[in-house]
T-cell receptor, first 105, second 117 residues
Framework: SQQGEEDPQALSIQEGENATMNCSYK?????LQWYRQNSGRGLVHLIL?????REKHSGRLRVTLDTSKKSSSLLITASRAADTASYFC?????FGDGTTLTVKP | KAGVTQTPRYLIKTRGQQVTLSCSPI?????VSWYQQTPGQGLQFLFE???????NKGNFPGRFSGRQFSNSRSEMNVSTLELGDSALYLC????????????????FGPGTRLTVL
């Protein structure tokens, strides 16, 4: 079974809105990564946050990490239809179940 | 640089057969990991190779095996296929050893879609 859990499992929003996805993990990590997967394709690395960082930004992405709660969140601002995909958090080789994001034009 | 390539992209096999999937990492990358992705189980780690040595192994039966060649290319083999082996098999490479403390961003290939009938 997966050691990470994303919340929510599915999210549907309108273009221009912000999307927030949460991830919880069970084991200690050195860093945590977020990946994106378009339907049936390989994963694309989005952002990595180290265990000693609390927040990181990359373009329209903002990631936070709370190691005391073993949780992370990914915020996508001003979403676009092209952001429609599944998003996964990962600690090295362990991936969460993913959040499926649908952005309606 | 060319990305991670996987061959074949699609494969149909029948129960009991065996299959070999291939992965060519990004040039200069020495670590290759394999994952199985299914709707029910999500993304599950199979194994990781670095410099031709298996470094880590997931919780899969012995029917699943892999190897890495001196040029870092990797293959995975599944013997005695079962219906439940139908999945997207993803390969990922990283520049260096993914040991503790390493910067372990993975670069994924497009996957091989295996269907077992």
């Amino acid at each position: 079974s997966q050691q990470g859990e994303e919340d929510p499992q599915a999210l549907s929003i309108q273009e221009g809105e912000n999307a927030t996805m949460n991830c919880s993990y069970k084991t200690s990590i050195n860093n945590l990564q977020w990946y994106r997967q378009n339907s049936g394709r390989g994963l694309v690395h989005l952002i990595l946050i180290r265990s000693n960082e609390r927040e990181k930004h990359s373009g329209r992405l903002r990631v936070t990490l709370d190691t005391s709660k073993k949780s992370s969140s990914l915020l996508i601002t001003a979403s676009r239809a092209a952001d429609t995909a599944s998003y996964f958090c990962a600690g090295k080789s362990t991936f969460g179940d993913g959040t499926t994001l649908t952005v309606k034009p | 640089k060319a990305g991670v390539t996987q061959t074949p992209r699609y494969l149909i096999k029948t129960r009991g057969q065996q299959v070999t999937l291939s992965c060519s990492p990004i040039s200069g990358h020495r670590s290759v990991s394999w994952y199985q992705q299914t709707p029910g189980q999500g993304l599950q780690f199979l194994f990781e190779y670095f410099s031709e040595t298996q470094r880590n192994k997931g919780n899969f039966p012995g029917r699943f095996s892999g190897r890495q060649f001196s040029n870092s290319r990797s293959e995975m083999n599944v013997s005695t296929l079962e219906l439940g082996d139908s999945a997207l098999y993803l390969c990922a490479s990283t520049p260096r050893d993914r040991g503790p403390g390493s910067y372990n961003e993975q670069f994924f290939g497009p996957g091989t879609r295996l269907t077992v009938l």
